[in-house]
């Protein structure tokens, strides 16, 4: 057995990855080779290139992250390959998918290819979109969540007490992760605190987010105590250094299938105010989506409290045990109905 993680490398080159896909391939393949099973991340930008790898370095399974490889070519890679399982994994929920309209319908014709082989899947890295499929299309639908590997143990952390508040609200702009609620909850825990506000944004990725930038800086512009910080696109091992600088984080998404950027405060020991659709955060971290102040009444609650770091941590090892026990199904089986 040998997992080889896929996903197309915008970048063509062997750097770091700075995009969702190559760090969650990344913290995948570190958790099963924790758990000592062989895994490779392999960037790529076309079937070929997964083909040519095969030739040279045969493995059992290749799971390709996101639908974006013609079906064509993924029919003749399960042909020329027949003792390797082959999955696509789509990496986001239907409201995220809403945007690409070539997902869905690579969607549907895998659904279609995987009927007529023994050796492609489809799948899904959450439940919510894994049951939808089955029940809409009637179809055979993994489930592969995303792992997040996590190094020692619940990290330790001083809880703020005074100074400067730095909230950070991180990610790709769009209009589905809700950032203008976020500043205006960020604003009200600071007043709330009686505490001068940096609120930190990801800048260089406005993925049809329209104005919403420009909304957040005419919300805070000539507000005497509070700094936008414009946090221009980092890899990931400088993300990581970002977001162990701040005291909490906001992702209040409308829609979301996992969220690594919770799951990166989780490691460095920052809480985040989260929505209903991340599902393995704590309850106590959730709060109404539409809802500046209840996301504030929460971010003020998890500022003060002494096990929120704790929390968090536990709630991510537990997802990670869930989608360990997933993927080993996956694994483990040579022909899946």
């Known amino acids: 057995m040998q997992l080889a993680l896929a996903y197309k490398n915008f970048a063509a080159n062997r750097a770091v990855s700075h995009i969702g896909l190559g760090v969650t391939a990344l913290n995948t393949a570190k958790a099963f080779r924790a758990a000592g099973i062989p895994a490779d991340v392999w960037p790529i930008v076309s079937a070929a290139e997964i083909a040519a790898r095969l030739r040279t370095t045969p493995v059992s399974h290749v799971v390709i992250s996101a639908p974006w490889i013609p079906t064509s070519d993924l029919a003749r890679l399960s042909a020329e390959f027949p003792e390797t399982q082959f999955a696509v994994n789509c990496h986001s929920n239907l409201g995220f998918l809403q945007a690409d309209p070539n997902a869905l319908r690579l969607l549907r014709e895998g659904l279609d290819l995987a009927r007529c082989n023994w050796n492609f899947h489809v799948a899904a890295n959450c439940e919510r979109l894994a049951r939808w499929v089955r029940v809409a299309y009637g179809s055979p639908c993994l489930e592969l969540p995303n792992i997040y590997y996590l190094e020692g143990g619940v990290p330790k952390r001083t809880r703020y007490r005074a100074g400067t508040l730095r909230i950070g609200a991180f990610g790709a ?7 203008l609620t976020s500043a205006g909850a960020a604003l009200e825990i600071a007043n709330a605190r009686r505490a001068d506000l940096e609120f930190w944004i990801s800048a260089g990725r406005n993925e049809g987010a329209g104005p919403v930038l420009d909304a957040v800086r005419q ?14 696109w980092q890899s990931w091992l400088q993300f990581r ?29 920052v809480p985040s105010v989260v929505s209903h659709a991340i599902e393995w ?3 106590d971290w959730k709060a109404e989506v539409d ?6 009444r929460t971010g003020l609650r998890l500022l003060d409290s002494r ?4 929390k968090g941590f536990r709630a991510l090892q537990a997802h ?14 040579p022909f899946l109905s």
Do not use: C
């Open 307 to 310: 096990w929120a770091v704790r």
């Open 241 to 269: 250094q970002t977001v162990r600088h701040m005291h909490l984080l906001l992702q209040p998404s409308y829609t979301e299938s996992f969220n690594v950027v919770t799951a990166d405060g989780v490691a460095e020991g």
């Open 219 to 232: 919300m805070m512009q000539g507000v005497p105590h509070v700094k936008l910080v414009e946090n221009g």
């Open 320 to 333: 990670n045990r869930r989608a360990m026990g997933e993927w080993n199904g996956f694994l483990s089986s």
């Open 281 to 283: 955060a704590p309850n």
């Open 173 to 179: 702009t769009r209009a589905l992760k809700n950032l």
């Open 291 to 296: 809802d500046a102040g209840d996301i504030a």
